[in-house]
């Protein structure tokens, strides 16, 4: 059985991804920050199901909260063959001269200085260079990262444009390492990350001009993470997948 660590996974995409990974026969570590009873939910749906999850919490912008995730997950289940860098946050919604700075720094710390962590410490133990029995990273990336979120969250398709660029140098930095890196593009996703501060929902502004006529769920990202693991995908690297319907 392989051990796989999923941030952000109380909710959305991450929790569904944790959940699908179970479901596939991986033992999974459940990261989350703050959100503590979404977490326990997802270890609670995995166990019920038969299988095997731990929820840790991690500030994975932290100086030493990646080596923890590692050595708890390796506690639990074993050396870790999977990562998939899901935690994330989008940041303040409008225009980005009105952004205050401290919002825009966490934004990057988050988005950016989190997964470069979680990267940093997935190379030290799955790495062969280091001793390690491979394996794959997935990160998270947006469409926004292409698109722009002109209005919206330009600092945040940003900080996806910076994990679209740690993706491909990352990969080819290890690919002779027994590691794989790719990362996956969402578009518009059915989750809590839709919702605006003022009550509105952004899939009832753009999910009818899709070009699939609606929004993708959290699952069909999940399964683009899970592919993107498995030995399926063995020839696949540094790849950015698109999961947007067409958009």
Not at 60 to 88: H, Q, R, Y
Request: proline share 2%.
């Amino acid at each position: 059985m392989s051990t796989i660590i999923v941030t952000g996974a109380g909710r959305g995409i991450g929790a569904a991804t944790a959940r699908l990974a179970a479901a596939r026969g991986h033992a999974v570590l459940v990261n989350y920050e703050a959100n503590a009873e979404a977490a326990d939910a997802t270890v609670r749906a995995i166990t019920e199901a038969g299988g095997r999850a731990v929820a840790v919490r991690a500030n994975v912008a932290e100086e030493g909260a990646a080596k923890a995730l590692f050595d708890a997950a390796e506690a639990a289940f074993g050396p870790v063959t999977g990562l998939v860098n899901s935690a994330g946050i989008v940041g303040p919604f409008g225009r980005l001269e009105d952004l205050d700075p401290a919002s825009v720094r966490r934004l990057m710390e988050v988005n950016i200085t989190g997964t470069i962590l979680c990267c940093q410490e997935a190379v030290r133990r799955m790495s062969t260079r280091h001793g390690g029995r491979g394996g794959a990273i997935v990160n998270l990336s947006s469409i926004a990262s292409v698109l722009g979120s002109p209005g919206e969250f330009v600092a945040y398709a940003a900080s996806k444009g910076a994990i679209d660029s740690l993706t491909i140098g990352l990969a080819r930095e290890v690919s002779n390492e027994g590691l794989r890196v790719n990362a996956i593009r969402p578009g518009l996703i059915d989750t809590d990350m839709q919702k605006l501060a003022d009550g509105r929902n952004r899939l009832d502004l753009y999910a009818a001009s899709l070009p699939m006529g609606r929004a993708g769920t959290a699952e069909e990202v999940a399964e683009a993470a899970l592919w993107l693991l498995s030995d399926a995908a063995s020839y696949v690297n540094g790849t950015l997948l698109n999961v947007t319907g067409g958009r």
